[in-house]
Structures are given as C-alpha cells and as structure tokens.
C-alpha cells in the first residue's frame, strides 16, 4: 500500500492498495482474504464495525447455534476442532472465525465504514471511498479489483406498521434481542415466522414469557434431523442421484412423518417445495429444534397478521385484539450493496448479483461478489475459493508481464 494526500478545499487521504479491496470482514471476506494469502497476494479488507463478523457478535441471540452440521459450515482450509459440536453455539463459532483470522494473519481495517465505491472508467480502477466510524477523517482506496463481501444480512429489515410508534411498549428488531430473561411475565409479540421468529419464540417460552408469533404467509417447517441425521445433509445426499422435484416431494413425506400436521397449528405450508423455494427466491425452511412443540402444547400461540397497533394493543387480521407488552421484528435483513456500490449492470436493485448461484461471483472490471448465493456458508466458501483464485491469476499474470502499474505518487482530485 502507498499513501498520498491531495490538499484541496477538503484534505482526504489517498491509498494505493496493490491488490483488492475486500469490503466486509464477515466470514465470507475472511474467507476471500485466507485464500489470497495463501496464494500471496496484497489485499486491504474494511469492515464498519470494531470486530470480525459483527453480525455474529453483536447482533444475534444468545441461545443461537449454526443450524447445518459443522461441516458444511467450515470456511476453506480450516476445518473446525473435532471436539467442537455438530452444531456450535454461537460462542464457538465466533471463536472459530477469529482463530481462522489469527491463522491466516488477516488483519482488517476495522471502524471504516465505507461510503461509494465507483468504478473509474478512465483510469480502469476502483475507487472506495470510506469515512471513519468515529466520525474521524476519510480515506480513498484505489484499486484494480473490489470484492464485495457485506452479504445477505448487511441491514435489518423494519417494516412500516400502522400505529407501531404509538404502540407505547418496548419495540426491537430480533438483532437486538438476546435472551428471554428480561420478558418473564411479559406477553411479546413476534412479528415473523422464520427461524429467527421460532427460535426468539421459544426462547421467550423458556423464560417464562407469553410469546405469539405472527404467521402472515406459508412456511415450510423441517426436523432438523431425520432418524438421527442432518435433514440437509440427506437432502444434499439425495440431490446426487435424484431431481430436485423429488428430494422435495420425498422431503414433505419425512416431515409429515415425524412432525405431523402442522397446517392445524396455523402453519401453512408453501405449494412449491422447500428447496425450489431456497434456489428460486432464497426462502430458508424452518428447521425446528422445540418450537413446535411448544405450538401444540399453546405456548407459542399462531396469530394471522398484523392490522394495526394501538397503545397497548394489536388488532390483527381477523379483528381479534390483543394486549402486549413487548414486539419483537424477527422481519429479517437485507443487502446494504445499493446504497454504497455505484454499479448497476453486475447488481441488481435488491443489492443481489443478477447471475444467479453459480455464476454470481464475477462481473466486469475487477468486480467479484462473495457471499450472495443465498446458500449459507458452504455457498460463500465455494465462492471465496473461485475468487481468491481467480484474484491470483490475474494479479501473478499482471506481475509476470509487468504490466501492473504501482505509482509512486498519484494526485486524487476531492469530489467534495
């Protein structure tokens, strides 16, 4: 890296990284950064937040376990510890990701939050323009490939409910929760029915608390185990020899088989199966580790959707009302990709590649996306493995052939 200042109305500093600009310092960026390290190639990685994997250790839960075995969670040449859980809590996992960084040497700028990054057609590179999160000064990276790696789950997801700010009692999305310890007695309601809303159910269920889960559209609900294995890991089995079509259909039967009926809980099922639903618009089936115990027992009671709030209120739907203390949005998140990448023809408007999985990590100019196969962490390694390869060969070709031009001063002109 090279630094040089350019003193105008404004003074930001200017860094020439020779090599690419990894955004996020997520386990995907982790990921991307272990390989080129392995191959020997410079790359700057920023992360917004003062820690790796910031979703992880600040905004999940406590009782959160990766819902996959562990081997189809592990990031590319580091498998987890043999003494490590199928599924490691959420302490193990963190624990995990920083030993992996502590292994590979990566050491992310962290508190830089990045503010645009825009492809400079003339100059043929990237400009990524960060502000510290401090509200310190602002720096501009300039670089030959940007990785884009803040994932699916950047930003949450609030929606706007009429009456909600006048609702009165506690409002928070489910990235704030953290335990069910300080709602004993209390009756929440959970708006969202995926795994983060059954989980934060039944959570609040042993502690005590009166959950009821707001059901408003149809879900698939999965074991996650079947006769002592990985529902997923079957599935995956399956999809060797047989269509996807008929993993679904035989997956369905398993589920009735061991869950039972769940349509006269109020769960209603999608018509489409649960992995066409996953590979066509990204929806990950539920899979129940006591939830739906606690469904049928009436611990967790099913309500339709949300009407509106009043003070101390919720009419729902069907014009039932009830009275709640709390609200929790387990309403999901979202890609933060459009509101900083100025680039329109690799990414889509929802801030996902427009090449669907497994053609969504390259496009043009230096441009590579990890992280966005809406296939969990095994999806983001098999794609930081394909980058950091394919980062190598152009960086070592470029060296070969010395044609890669590393300035000894350059003058940025300020935007401002």
Same mark, same amino acid.
């Not at 592990?74 to 502590?102: C, G, T, V």
């Not at 401090?134 to 994932?151: P, R």
């Not at 980058?387 to 060296?399: N, R, T, Y």
């Given at each position: 890296?090279?630094?040089?200042?350019?003193?105008?109305?404004?003074?930001?500093?200017?860094?020439?990284?020779?090599?690419?600009?990894?955004?996020?310092?997520?386990?995907?960026?982790?990921?991307?950064?272990?390989?080129?390290?392995?191959?020997?190639?410079?790359?700057?990685?920023?992360?917004?937040?003062?820690?790796?994997?910031?979703?992880?250790?600040?905004?999940?839960?406590?009782?959160?376990?990766?819902?996959?075995?562990?081997?189809?969670?592990?990031?590319?040449?580091?498998?987890?510890?043999?003494?490590?859980?199928?599924?490691?809590?959420?302490?193990?996992?963190?624990?995990?990701?920083?030993?992996?960084?502590?292994?590979?040497?990566?050491?992310?700028?962290?508190?830089?939050?990045?503010?645009?990054?825009?492809?400079?057609?003339?100059?043929?590179?990237? &400009?990524?323009?960060?502000?510290?999160?401090?509200?310190?000064?602002?720096?501009?990276?300039?670089?030959?490939?940007?990785?884009?790696?803040?994932?699916?789950?950047?930003?949450?997801?609030?929606?706007?409910?009429?009456?909600?700010?006048?609702?009165?009692?506690?409002?928070?999305?489910?990235?704030?929760?953290?335990?069910?310890?300080?709602?004993?007695?209390?009756?929440?309601?959970?708006?969202?029915?995926?795994?983060?809303?059954?989980?934060?159910?039944?959570?609040?269920?042993?502690?005590?608390?009166?959950?009821?889960?707001?059901? &408003?559209?149809?879900?698939?609900?999965?074991?996650?185990?079947?006769?002592?294995?990985?529902?997923?890991?079957?599935?995956?089995?399956?999809?060797?020899?047989?269509?996807?079509?008929?993993?679904?259909?035989?997956?369905?039967?398993?589920?009735?088989?061991?869950?039972?009926?769940?349509?006269?809980?109020?769960?209603?099922?999608?018509?489409?199966?649960?992995?066409?639903?996953?590979?066509?618009?990204?929806?990950?089936?539920?899979?129940?580790?006591?939830?739906?115990?606690?469904?049928?027992?009436?611990?967790?009671?099913?309500?339709?959707?949300?009407?509106?709030?009043?003070?101390?209120?919720?009419?729902?739907?069907?014009?039932?009302?009830?009275?709640?203390?709390?609200?929790?949005?387990?309403?999901?998140?979202?890609?933060?990709?459009?509101?900083?990448?100025?680039?329109?023809?690799?990414?889509?408007?929802?801030?996902?590649?427009?090449?669907?999985?497994?053609?969504?990590?390259?496009?043009?100019?230096?441009?590579?996306?990890?992280?966005?196969?809406?296939?969990?962490?095994?999806?983001?390694?098999?794609?930081?493995?394909?980058?950091?390869?394919?980062?190598?060969?152009?960086?070592?070709?470029?060296?070969?052939?010395?044609?890669?031009?590393?300035?000894?001063?350059? &003058?940025?002109?300020?935007?401002?």
């Amino acid at each position: 890296m090279f630094n040089f200042t350019d003193t105008d109305m404004f003074s930001r500093r200017c860094v020439w990284v020779n090599g690419p600009v990894i955004v996020g310092a997520g386990p995907s960026g982790l990921a991307v950064a272990a390989g080129l390290k392995d191959q020997g190639v410079p790359f700057v990685i920023l992360e917004r937040a003062d820690c790796i994997a910031s979703l992880w250790q600040k905004r999940t839960y406590d009782r959160l376990k990766l819902h996959l075995p562990k081997q189809f969670c592990q990031l590319p040449n580091f498998p987890f510890p043999d003494h490590y859980p199928e599924y490691p809590s959420k302490r193990q996992f963190i624990e995990y990701l920083e030993s992996y960084a502590n292994h590979f040497n990566i050491n992310p700028q962290f508190n830089e939050c990045v503010q645009s990054a825009k492809y400079d057609e003339v100059c043929r590179l990237w &400009r990524v323009k960060t502000v510290a999160a401090s509200g310190g000064g602002e720096v501009e990276y300039i670089c030959q490939m940007l990785v884009v790696a803040t994932g699916e789950n950047a930003e949450r997801v609030v929606p706007e409910i009429e009456g909600l700010k006048e609702f009165g009692g506690e409002v928070i999305h489910a990235c704030d929760y953290k335990s069910g310890e300080g709602y004993r007695g209390k009756k929440v309601l959970v708006v969202g029915c995926g795994n983060s809303g059954m989980e934060v159910s039944l959570d609040l269920c042993n502690h005590e608390a009166k959950p009821a889960m707001v059901v &408003r559209s149809s879900v698939h609900v999965l074991p996650r185990e079947v006769f002592g294995k990985s529902t997923f890991e079957l599935a995956m089995f399956m999809l060797k020899w047989l269509p996807l079509w008929l993993v679904d259909k035989i997956m369905l039967v398993l589920a009735w088989m061991i869950l039972g009926d769940i349509e006269k809980y109020g769960l209603k099922r999608p018509s489409a199966g649960p992995l066409v639903l996953k590979n066509t618009q990204g929806k990950t089936p539920v899979l129940d580790i006591g939830a739906l115990e606690k469904i049928r027992s009436r611990e967790i009671q099913i309500v339709p959707g949300i009407k509106k709030f009043s003070c101390g209120m919720v009419e729902l739907d069907n014009g039932e009302n009830l009275e709640i203390d709390s609200v929790v949005l387990a309403t999901g998140y979202c890609s933060n990709v459009p509101y900083w990448l100025q680039e329109t023809e690799f990414f889509a408007k929802n801030g996902y590649p427009k090449a669907s999985f497994p053609n969504g990590w390259k496009g043009n100019g230096g441009l590579y996306a990890v992280g966005f196969t809406r296939r969990g962490l095994s999806g983001a390694s098999a794609d930081a493995m394909k980058i950091s390869q394919d980062i190598a060969k152009v960086w070592k070709d470029d060296l070969k052939q010395k044609k890669q031009k590393v300035p000894t001063h350059r &003058r940025c002109i300020s935007t401002f």
